[in-house]
């Protein structure tokens, strides 16, 4: 059986046994599509934008489900008050209680397909899933060129700076947030952020350094999301970006320290070279690639 087969047998009966065909989504009277909504709104609430990223939903479907929530009175969508031009939407007191009942039922749902298993079969059915939800978040993770002082440029390269502080002998001292940052838009570079669920998970850039050469720069994956080959990707997307910059070699330097990114450039087939430039005080290892 190919994976293919696999992964369609296993969404027939994942959700046959958690009532998705159902039309009244685990007794509450509202189909998966607005019960899931009303969960991602949650007691915080969520910002219209947001929970599209989030959910990856349609604007148009997104509005009509937001419709029949409000029609329902348990959410509340308006204007937010930091930027009018922004919609924020904010659960009702009968929202709450809407909220905290596919909650319970929910927890309840998952307890019961669970309780026939044994202790070994559960923590086997754990790593699995565990497994399986990694690998297709990072398959559909959504890789984008953005501006690099961005919110979501912003959000990772902070993650970034903080690691590299932590794992460097000597810590590190990022340069200022807009410096150097016209060097990673067009016609000059780009800057790549992978996205999940909204939240930035992987970035890098890419900016031309001659008429021939483009240079790879703070490339970075989360660590929950290492070993899913999210890295690799996000490597193949820059260097695409590289050839449309009409970059013919890529290089990018590094520091031993990061063992597993030099591992993954190597299997990349990136050579280690001479230091080709003195900008980088923390790089101890350059690397090329000739991009075909």
């Given at each position: 059986m190919s994976t293919v087969d696999t992964i369609r047998r296993f969404n027939r009966s994942y959700t046959q046994r958690i009532g998705v065909l159902e039309e009244s989504f685990l007794g509450t009277g509202r189909p998966l599509g607005a019960s899931r909504l009303l969960f991602e709104v949650g007691p915080d609430g969520a910002a219209v934008r947001e929970l599209r990223e989030r959910l990856d939903l349609d604007s148009g479907y997104l509005t009509r489900l937001l419709a029949r929530l409000a029609d329902d009175g348990l959410i509340e969508v308006r204007p937010d008050p930091a930027d009018r031009r922004r919609r924020t939407v904010a659960l009702t007191a009968v929202g709450q209680n809407a909220y905290?009942?596919?909650?319970?039922?929910?927890e309840r749902k998952a307890r019961g397909l669970l309780e026939p298993l044994t202790e070994r079969q559960r923590a086997r059915l754990d790593e699995a899933l565990g497994t399986a939800d990694l690998l297709i978040r990072a398959a559909t993770v959504h890789l984008r060129v953005v501006d690099p002082v961005s919110g979501a440029a912003t959000t990772a390269l902070r993650e970034y700076y903080a690691e590299l502080?932590?794992?460097?002998p000597g810590g590190f001292v990022p340069d200022p947030p807009d410096r150097g940052a016209d060097r990673f838009r067009?016609?000059?570079?780009?800057?790549?952020?992978?996205?999940s669920d909204g939240v930035s998970v992987a970035c890098g850039g890419v900016?031309?350094?001659d008429e021939s050469t483009g240079e790879i720069k703070r490339m970075w994956v989360a660590s929950a999301w290492r070993g899913a080959g999210l890295g690799a990707r996000l490597l193949r997307r820059l260097e695409d970006e590289a050839r449309r910059l009409g970059c013919a070699r890529a290089v990018l330097d590094t520091n031993r320290v990061l063992?597993?990114?030099v591992a993954m450039y190597g299997r990349?087939?990136?050579?280690?070279?001479e230091?080709?430039?003195?900008?980088?005080?923390?790089?101890?290892?350059?690397?090329?690639?000739a991009l075909g």
């Amino acid at each position: 059986m190919s994976t293919v087969d696999t992964i369609r047998r296993f969404n027939r009966s994942y959700t046959q046994r958690i009532g998705v065909l159902e039309e009244s989504f685990l007794g509450t009277g509202r189909p998966l599509g607005a019960s899931r909504l009303l969960f991602e709104v949650g007691p915080d609430g969520a910002a219209v934008r947001e929970l599209r990223e989030r959910l990856d939903l349609d604007s148009g479907y997104l509005t009509r489900l937001l419709a029949r929530l409000a029609d329902d009175g348990l959410i509340e969508v308006r204007p937010d008050p930091a930027d009018r031009r922004r919609r924020t939407v904010a659960l009702t007191a009968v929202g709450q209680n809407a909220y905290r009942e596919l909650d319970d039922r929910s927890e309840r749902k998952a307890r019961g397909l669970l309780e026939p298993l044994t202790e070994r079969q559960r923590a086997r059915l754990d790593e699995a899933l565990g497994t399986a939800d990694l690998l297709i978040r990072a398959a559909t993770v959504h890789l984008r060129v953005v501006d690099p002082v961005s919110g979501a440029a912003t959000t990772a390269l902070r993650e970034y700076y903080a690691e590299l502080d932590r794992r460097f002998p000597g810590g590190f001292v990022p340069d200022p947030p807009d410096r150097g940052a016209d060097r990673f838009r067009a016609p000059e570079g780009a800057f790549v952020v992978a996205t999940s669920d909204g939240v930035s998970v992987a970035c890098g850039g890419v900016r031309r350094i001659d008429e021939s050469t483009g240079e790879i720069k703070r490339m970075w994956v989360a660590s929950a999301w290492r070993g899913a080959g999210l890295g690799a990707r996000l490597l193949r997307r820059l260097e695409d970006e590289a050839r449309r910059l009409g970059c013919a070699r890529a290089v990018l330097d590094t520091n031993r320290v990061l063992a597993e990114a030099v591992a993954m450039y190597g299997r990349a087939g990136y050579r280690e070279i001479e230091p080709y430039s003195q900008d980088n005080p923390y790089a101890d290892a350059f690397f090329e690639k000739a991009l075909g």
